[in-house]
DNA sequence: CTCCCGATAT
DNA sequence: ATATCAGGAG
């Protein structure tokens, strides 16, 4: 596990790789992110960015996406995978919507949750990234960055690693760091390939010098 | 735990 | 051919 020292190291060095990451997922406002979170499950952001230019053209409220038959959302969103269970929370979504939440998207995470789709990995990218407040949302690639790295632990479920980072980074870098992971995990410390031979942060990852070895004894 | 699921990279 | 992608519901 990383110590307080080699913490500070990894935040730094993210920080300069991508001083600048933030959410890729395109949208206008609070409602429009949403609906790109939820449809971005199991699927890469710059496939849902395909869509969702001529889906929000389309659909501007919850209004417009319940005018719909739910055959002809399905359709308009099918390219993005789990099209049929994404098509019904959306529909889901916006019945809750008008009836619980006076047509806006709700600024608290339990409230957020409660919407069909909706859990606690999206609520948190809205949180942060509609409302600027502090949060940590453990997508596929924090998960990944943080177990490679250290962070936690490699068996923790994805809560523990929420809490394992929200414990070890300062809460006013939440937001900043999370991105940057992300961006790290996305771009460079990948799944199926990571450029373990050109990382920066080689010297301190346990997973870096596993395959290091690995590679040394072909 | 399984299921949902098409697009893309390897 | 197989793995992976800003997960969530049942």
């Known amino acids: 596990m990383l110590n307080r020292t080699q913490i500070k190291e990894v935040l730094n060095t993210m920080e300069n790789m991508y001083p600048d990451a933030e ?20 699927a890469t952001d710059a496939l849902v960015n395909k869509v969702t230019p001529s889906l929000f053209a389309k ?21 993005i995978g789990l099209f049929r269970s994404k098509a019904k929370n959306i529909q889901k979504l916006c019945r809750s919507l008008i009836d619980d939440f006076n047509g806006e998207i709700p600024r608290e995470r339990d409230e957020l949750v409660k919407l069909a789709g909706v859990g606690r990995k999206t609520a948190n990218v809205v949180t942060s990234v509609a409302f600027g407040r502090p949060a940590i949302a453990v997508d596929t690639h924090v998960e990944r960055v943080s177990k490679r ?25 939440w937001s900043d760091t999370h991105h940057r992971m992300i961006f790290f995990g996305r ?16 010297h301190l990852c346990r997973e870096g010098k596993k395959r290091e070895k690995k590679a040394a004894a072909q």
């Open 59 to 79: 659909y501007k409220s919850p209004e417009d996406y319940l005018a719909v038959p739910l055959e002809e959302l399905e359709q308009d969103i099918r390219r």
């Open 187 to 202: 771009y460079h410390c990948k799944a199926q390939k990571p450029a373990c031979t050109e990382c920066p942060l080689l």
């Open 149 to 173: 790295l250290g962070f936690c632990r490699w068996k923790d479920s994805v809560l523990e690693v929420e809490k394992a980072l929200m414990k070890k980074i300062p809460e006013a870098e």
């Open 23 to 42: 959410c890729e997922l395109t949208h206008s406002n609070s409602f429009e992110l949403t609906i790109a979170v939820l449809l971005s499950a199991q």
